[in-house]
């Protein structure tokens, strides 16, 4: 299966990705076809033995549609010229369209208000309330900026589909061609007893408020999809490589993997790469979410997009395009904000049937009020106003909206949404797993202590320290690097050892300056008959805490003693506290021992540790909680989100319900996750549970709005206060309620854009 991304055209109203999304969904070799209205983007999973790029665009135009493919270079830089200028095309258009429409419809209203009114105004000349002036003065809001309506209907009807152009192009013209009728034959309505009443302020007024309404709607849709911009303006335009021995400035695009790069003081860095010579310090907020700047020097890795701070260095390309980090982060945004929530698919539903029953509402309604009052202006008003009022666009914008902008704030933040399915899941968490190593730890380890027997006077400590150091340089184990790293970060000079000799399982001895020395194991230097009772003590109250001791002895004596664990992220405490007050049950899962993972928990806050627990039981575990009835809610089943980093976590990724990736770690594990932190920092699981809660909440806030106004406007429309209170909804009023419905659920949407993640810990 291959994934490909679509943009589309002609799209007015939700009705209109239901077609589309059904018209790819027909072409033999698709598998799943995702239509995002709000971004007018299709998101396409498909066989390419079986079918190709070509089909599924006939699909589309036979549909009365169009799409192309976001090419590469559009993925990476942004919207082409010929895009942009289309889209400002199209607003102007919309404008134009609107002033006239206005212009025209102020000139019909005043003709048409002593009609309205049942009174003479003189100050309103006989002229401007002649039905033949107001016929032809209507004519172009009717023709000219209805056209679309007129075009999109035709081409439902060829379809044998229904939008809801469709209810527009019916309302409006029912409403114009009576008029007509009336203006032309008034004798056959008089001959009947009847007013030749006229409603082309009517019809113009709905066309201008309805286009009125799309402008904004337009303007605003636009404005979903500005995290996507955002992310992609954040890259460098161009870069200066090392070729031949001379520095050029080539295009982003033209950049090679293995090119080297000069990046100067205050610049962007260009692609992804490895420091090769220099160092400096890099502001990468704008990816990861992380405000602090980060030193780098050679070996370590650069991302492109961040900023250089005062320093400047060379660095090597290895990703470039669209496989640089950035790159993959707009299109996992793009793909997340194409795909489909859950609760949509009730709006999908409710939008595929809505517009014909809203057309035989309106056929039962004029019906009715024809029969039953015997005037047909009666039935006019009300079959018009319902064709104009029953609007499924506000429907069909109230989910996309939400996760277009929650995924793109998500993106913000440094936290990658996958799909919108994992965006609303993620508000149901109940329970939340905690791997260990790499999760709540650093991942490596760390000399955490140090004591020696004679204490730190004279400086006893950094020579011990020097000697310890010169035999663990000559050992690959990690637990020699932790105590050259920690030595080197004492300042102490490193000297060099002779006769170097690792006992496996045991510890490690050498030479250092005619001086004998062993680091290694309590059972190690018992058996080479050196006492240890001096430090049992605090031997023993580091391994109550979790930490692995190693002895120091010189001569055959021993001087002292190191504390090795995998040190806390700085992070941790919070993020776990944080989470408990969310409302979670926070518990650890991890393959290391009891004492370990126990003196851990109790560290951060956390009551319930599943220890020793091996790669391909992780998952099982993830099961086995699943199954249990939650607390809380009391759910038969629990909702579970496990957070991990490394490949062993993979299989307990995939089975938890959301799967949360840590960023830093590895590729395996980010593929099998829902979510991926990209900095690494816990205090992102919970700003990504509050981020999913907020937009659930927009979206239901969406939902009701655009029920409720459709379930009270209906009725409204189609008269019935009118024998009670003998009140009619004008179909101008049906028409503006009907565009500003649209315009408030994408306006409701845009406000997830002001989402801060709130300071759940004290």
Not at 187 to 207: H, T
Not at 401 to 409: H, I, L, N, P, R
Not at 556 to 566: F, K, N
Request: hydrophobic share 45%; glycine share 8%; charged share 15%.
């Amino acid at each position: 299966m291959e994934t490909l991304t679509l943009k589309l055209r002609g799209m007015s109203c939700a009705s209109c990705a239901r077609n589309v999304e059904q018209a790819i969904s027909s072409v033999s070799g698709v598998d799943e076809a995702n239509v995002n209205f709000g971004a007018e983007q299709a998101t396409v999973k498909y066989n390419p033995q079986k079918t190709n790029l070509e089909k599924i665009q006939n699909a589309v135009e036979a549909a009365g549609y169009s799409a192309y493919s976001l090419q590469e270079q559009e993925m990476i830089t942004g919207e082409d010229d010929a895009e942009k200028a289309e889209r400002l095309a199209e607003t102007r258009s919309l404008i134009r369209k609107v002033v006239v429409g206005a212009v025209i419809s102020i000139v019909l209203i005043g003709g048409s208000l002593p009609a309205m009114l049942g009174i003479h105004l003189p100050w309103i000349p006989a002229w401007l309330h002649n039905p033949w002036f107001q016929l032809v003065l209507s004519a172009p809001v009717q023709f000219w900026c209805g056209y679309r309506f007129y075009i999109n209907f035709w081409k439902a009807l060829k379809r044998h589909t229904a939008t809801m152009d469709t209810l527009i192009a019916l309302g409006t013209s029912a409403a114009y061609f009576y008029s007509i009728f009336a203006t032309v034959f008034p004798d056959f309505f008089v001959k009947e007893g009847l007013m030749p009443e006229v409603y082309y302020e009517s019809a113009a007024v709905v066309i201008t408020l309805i286009l009125l309404g799309r402008l904004f709607e337009h303007r605003a849709r636009s404005q979903t999809s500005q995290a996507i911009r955002q992310l992609i303006g954040l890259q460098a335009r161009d870069a200066r490589v090392i070729r031949n021995g001379r520095e050029i400035d080539v295009p982003i695009l033209e950049v090679q993997v293995n090119d080297v790069i000069l990046v100067r003081p205050g610049e962007k860095i260009p692609v992804d790469g490895e420091v090769i010579e220099g160092a400096s310090t890099i502001d990468e907020a704008m990816v990861t979410g992380e405000s602090l700047p980060v030193k780098k020097q050679p070996g370590d890795e650069v991302i492109g997009a961040t900023i250089n701070g005062a320093g400047a260095f060379k660095f090597r390309a290895t990703r470039v395009g669209k496989d640089t980090l950035l790159a993959q982060i707009v299109q996992l945004v793009q793909q997340a904000q194409g795909s489909k929530a859950p609760i949509q698919r009730l709006a999908d539903r409710v939008t595929g049937w809505f517009v014909p029953v809203v057309l035989a509402i309106a056929i039962t309604t004029f019906i009715v009020w024809f029969d039953i009052m015997g005037n047909p202006s009666l039935a006019l008003v009300t079959t018009v106003g319902v064709l104009i009022i029953a609007c499924p666009c506000a429907l069909g914008l109230a989910t996309p909206t939400s996760v277009m902008v929650g995924t793109g704030k998500g993106a913000e933040n440094g936290i990658l949404i996958k799909g919108a399915e994992s965006l609303e899941l993620a508000h149901k968490i109940e329970i939340i797993v905690l791997d260990k190593t790499g999760t709540l730890t650093v991942g490596k380890p760390t000399v955490t202590d140090f004591v020696t027997v004679n204490g730190t006077t004279n400086g006893n400590e950094l020579k011990l320290l020097q000697l310890a150091a010169a035999v663990e340089r000559n050992s690959e184990h990690p637990l020699a690097h932790a105590v050259v790293n920690y030595t080197q970060q004492q300042q102490v000079e490193l000297l060099s050892a002779q006769n170097f000799e690792a006992i496996a399982g045991s510890g490690v001895q050498g030479t250092v300056s005619n001086r004998s020395i062993q680091i290694g194991t309590q059972r190690w230097m018992e058996e080479l008959g050196i006492n240890t009772n001096n430090l049992q003590e605090q031997k023993n109250a580091w391994e109550e805490q979790g930490k692995t001791v190693i002895w120091i002895a010189v001569d055959g004596e021993i001087r002292g003693l190191m504390g090795i664990a995998d040190a806390l992220k700085p992070s941790s405490i919070a993020a776990v506290r944080g989470l408990q007050k969310l409302g979670l049950e926070v518990i650890m899962l991890t393959g290391d021992n009891r004492p370990t993972a126990e003196a851990i928990a109790s560290v951060v806050g956390i009551a319930k540790v599943f220890a020793e627990v091996r790669p391909d039981q992780k998952a099982a575990v993830i099961q086995s909680l699943q199954q249990q009835q939650t607390r809380r809610t009391r759910n038969p089943k629990s909702v579970v989100a496990m957070v991990g980093d490394g490949i062993n976590d993979a299989p307990a990724l995939a089975q938890a319900d959301v799967g949360i990736a840590i960023g830093t770690g590895t590729d395996v594990a980010i593929a099998a996750s829902d979510i991926t932190l990209i900095s690494g920092d816990l205090q992102g699981i919970a700003t990504a549970i509050q981020l999913s809660r907020a937009t659930i909440r927009n979206i239901r806030q969406n939902l009701f709005f655009a029920f409720v106004y459709n379930i009270a406007g209906i009725p409204l429309a189609a008269g019935i206060l009118f024998p009670i209170f003998g009140w009619l909804l004008n179909p101008m009023i049906a028409g503006g309620a009907m565009a500003f419905s649209s315009v408030s659920v994408v306006t409701n949407a845009l406000r997830l854009r002001n989402f801060q993640s709130k300071a759940i810990v004290s």
